[in-house]
């Protein structure tokens, strides 16, 4: 299970896993504003709920990171879309495709990572570009920002925490399905 973070503001920061998200409440980082109904969290003496989103009781002076290494800001960088067919890819349904592949020692990082639909990560396997006769539509870069700005480049899709819809809903109104 994941918990939406969320900054003093109330804007979205990033996706943590429930055990980060219950380490910055026990820490007096964050306080619990959304929890999952059917999920808890037990101990020998207590039950809590499971966080769905969090949010930080201060503001972050000063916090200038550097951008974090995720398939999230691959996809992000890369306008979520495949490297090589140039379609639109869902972030839930995008895939890492190394450019130098691993078992020719190519490395997970920045400038040998692309997001790829799974038919053409399937058609590359495990060859470089030029070896399965793929062009590649731009290489590989560690960026210095990400689209979007400071906000968080996640869209709700299908599937996550309904709990989350209201501080991801401008993604919930132009990315929504039509209700029958």
């Known amino acids: 299970m994941e918990t939406l973070i969320l900054s003093a503001a109330w804007e979205p920061m990033e996706i943590v896993s429930w055990q980060r998200a219950m380490t910055l409440v026990f820490m007096n980082k964050v306080e619990i504003v ?34 974090k290494f995720s398939r999230q800001n691959v996809w992000a960088r890369d306008k979520g879309r495949c490297q090589y067919c140039n ?24 400038e040998n990572v692309v997001i790829a639909c799974v038919t053409c990560n399937q058609k590359k396997g495990n060859r470089t570009p030029e070896q399965a006769r793929m062009k590649l539509l731009s290489h590989p870069v560690k960026p210095a920002t990400l689209p979007g700005g400071v906000g968080m480049t996640v869209t709700y899709v299908k599937g996550m925490p309904l709990t989350w819809g209201q501080f991801l809903s401008d993604a919930m109104y132009w990315g929504g399905e039509l209700e029958k």
């Not at 999920?39 to 709920?49: C, G, H, Q, S, Y």
């Not at 503001?59 to 990171?65: D, E």
């Not at 379609?87 to 920045?110: C, F, N, S």
């Open 87 to 110: 379609t639109k890819t869902p972030r839930h349904e995008a895939t890492y495709d190394h450019v130098l592949p691993r078992a020719q020692g190519g490395l997970t990082r920045w």
């Open 34 to 67: 959304e929890e999952y109904e059917d999920k808890a969290i037990r101990t020998v003496k207590f039950e809590l709920k499971m966080p769905s989103v969090v949010r930080f009781v201060r503001t972050l002076k000063n916090r200038k990171r550097a951008i």
